[in-house]
C-alpha cells in the first residue's frame, strides 16, 4: 500500500532560518505530489504541486519543493522563513490512477519572532 | 464565501448517538471526498464521489458509515451507533473536472466528540 513518510514531527526556528521540510512516499508508479498548509484555526490550503515536467516547483509564499524521483522524495523549503509561517505542514500523494490522496502525519513549524 | 462549506463546525454526542455531517462542494465541482483526521496524524481517505456516484469507499468506512450524494451537489456522511474511536475531524473535499489531474480544496471540517 501507498505511503508517506514525514521525519520531522516538529520543527522550531527562529526567523530568517532556512527551512527544508522531509517527504518520502513508497510508491513506485506515477504520482502527483502535493504540500497542504494549514495555519492555525483554518482549513487544509494548497501550497504547491508536482504533477510533470520541471521537478523544481515554486508554490506561494516563497516555497518551492523538488521532486527526486530516485530517492522517493519530494521535500519542501524555504530559504528564509517568518513568523507567520507558523503553520501545520502535510506532504501528499496522489497515485496517478486514482483520486483519493494519501496524507503524511504533518510536521508542525513554530517560527520564533 | 465560494469555498467548500461544512456543517457543523463541531458536535458532540454521546456513544450510541447517529450524527450526520453536511458537505457543500465548490460550485461545479464534481468530484467530493471525505477523509477523517485524528490527532496527530494527517487526514485519512474514507470515500468519493464523482456526481452521484460513490466510486470508491476505504476499509475505514466500517458499516456504521454511509455517505450520500444524491444529486451529485452536496453530500452528507451519516455515523450510526457512534463510538469513542470515532471521535475526530471530519474533511470535506471538493474538486473540479478535470481530465486526469485532481486539485482538492478542502473545507474547514466538522470536529466530532463522542462522549
Known amino acids: 500500500a501507498q505511503s508517506v513518510s514525514q521525519h520531522n514531527h516538529h520543527v522550531i526556528l527562529s526567523e530568517a532560518a532556512s527551512l527544508e521540510l522531509g517527504c518520502n512516499y513508497s510508491?513506485?508508479?506515477?504520482?502527483?505530489l502535493f504540500w497542504y498548509v494549514q495555519y492555525p484555526g483554518q482549513h487544509l490550503q494548497l501550497l504547491l504541486k508536482?504533477?510533470?515536467?520541471?521537478?523544481l516547483v515554486k508554490g506561494i509564499k516563497g516555497f518551492e519543493a523538488e521532486f527526486i524521483k530516485s530517492k522517493f522524495s519530494f521535500n519542501l523549503r524555504k530559504p528564509s522563513v517568518q513568523w507567520s509561517d507558523t503553520a501545520e505542514y502535510f506532504c501528499?500523494?496522489?497515485?496517478?490512477?486514482?483520486?483519493?490522496?494519501?496524507f503524511g502525519t504533518g510536521t508542525r513549524l513554530k517560527v520564533l519572532a | 464565501d465560494t469555498g467548500v462549506s461544512q456543517d457543523p463546525r463541531h458536535k458532540i454526542t454521546k456513544r450510541g448517538q447517529n450524527v450526520t455531517f453536511r458537505c457543500d462542494p465548490i460550485?461545479?465541482?464534481?468530484?467530493l471526498y471525505w477523509y477523517r483526521q485524528t490527532l496527530g496524524q494527517g487526514p485519512e481517505f474514507l470515500t468519493y464521489?464523482?456526481?452521484?456516484?460513490?466510486?470508491?469507499k476505504s476499509r475505514l468506512l466500517s458499516d456504521r458509515f454511509s455517505a450520500e450524494r444524491p444529486k451529485g451537489s452536496f453530500s452528507t456522511l451519516e455515523i450510526q451507533r457512534t463510538e469513542q474511536g470515532d471521535s475526530a475531524m471530519y474533511l470535506c473535499?471538493?474538486?473540479?473536472?478535470?481530465?486526469?489531474?485532481?486539485?482538492?480544496?478542502f473545507g474547514a471540517g466538522t470536529r466530532l466528540s463522542v462522549l
Open positions: 473535499a471538493s474538486s473540479p473536472r478535470r481530465q486526469g489531474i485532481d486539485i482538492q480544496y
Open positions: 510508491y513506485g508508479g506515477t504520482v502527483n
Open positions: 508536482y504533477f510533470s515536467g520541471d521537478p
Open positions: 501528499a500523494v496522489n497515485d496517478a490512477g486514482t483520486y483519493k490522496y494519501i
Open positions: 460550485s461545479e465541482h464534481n468530484r
Open positions: 464521489f464523482q456526481n452521484e456516484a460513490q466510486l470508491e
